[in-house]
């Protein structure tokens, strides 16, 4: 072994660690999400989801720490039936991105949200969603009656 080789190794090591380092920098996890942004990206799923009731897909108030497949009375597919999903930041991000790759057989024929800034923001805002917050009227309602 000669200095051409060691510093051959030395360079292709330095190389690998700065394109693992530059694949994790853009890792959806690393994308900080705006709420506000989110909430005008999910203007987009209304066409079949809504924060409070079912629609042509489940309500989404709550989803996140949610069991995929769980919200009562929704007629889901077999597959998200059988998921084993929970949803959160990750598993949100990553179904977000493509529907039917993430879950085969999946009901959801949407193609996905492709930019990781509006899934990042989405996301954000779905987690803002809480049965106890504003976000979510009728629950909010339900709770305040007498």
């Not at 949100?92 to 996905?112: C, E, H, I, R, S």
Request: proline share 7%; hydrophobic share 40%; with cysteine.
């Amino acid at each position: 072994m000669n200095i051409h080789d060691v510093s051959r190794g030395f360079f292709a090591c330095a190389f690998l660690l700065q394109c693992c380092g530059a694949i994790a920098a853009n890792q959806p996890s690393e994308i900080k999400g705006d709420a506000k942004s989110g909430e005008q990206v999910y203007a987009r799923c209304m066409a079949c989801h809504s924060l409070t009731e079912n629609r042509i897909g489940p309500k989404h108030c709550g989803v996140v720490g949610r069991r995929a497949g769980a919200v009562p009375g929704f007629d889901y597919s077999p597959a998200m039936r059988r998921a084993k999903i929970v949803w959160s930041e990750k598993t949100l991000n990553q179904f977000l991105a493509d529907p039917m790759k993430y879950l085969p057989g999946t009901a959801m024929v949407f193609a996905g949200v492709p930019d990781p800034k509006e899934r990042a923001d989405v996301i954000a805002w779905l987690k803002e969603a809480r049965p106890e917050s504003a976000a979510c009227p009728a629950n909010a309602k339900r709770r305040h009656r007498g």
